[in-house]
């Protein structure tokens, strides 16, 4: 996604699970919108660096705790043993990211 845009079009190639060696989905290939991509995270940065304290620190807060529900510690689970081929155990932190995330917007 890019500006809130799914972007669904272009060459694709093959997901593997390297702990399997078998095919789990089909990604696209991103080279061409990854100068568009970087281009955009830096527009967004030049405003998230002025934004005052209070919103930064909610939207943390609000990230913190999309990532330690069990909604996406599920979906994080999923796509480590899927996609990365981590054991269960592999997913712990970025599961436990949303911990630091809350402890950075206190």
Not at 41 to 56: D, L, N, R, Y
Not at 88 to 95: D, K, N, S
Request: aromatic letters at 8%; one cysteine or more; hydrophobic letters at 45%.
């Amino acid at each position: 996604m890019i500006k809130g845009e799914q972007k669904s079009s272009g060459p694709t190639f093959d997901v593997i699970n390297p702990a399997s060696g078998l095919v789990v989905g089909q990604s696209i290939n991103a080279t061409a919108d990854c100068k568009t991509a970087v281009d955009v995270a830096a527009t967004t940065f030049s405003t998230w660096q002025h934004s005052a304290i209070a919103e930064s620190c909610a939207i943390f807060l609000k990230a913190a705790e999309l990532i330690e529900s069990d909604k996406y510690k599920n979906m994080v689970l999923q796509v480590s043993q899927e996609k990365l081929g981590l054991p269960w155990f592999g997913a712990w932190p970025v599961i436990h990211s949303g911990r630091l995330l809350g402890w950075l917007a206190n």
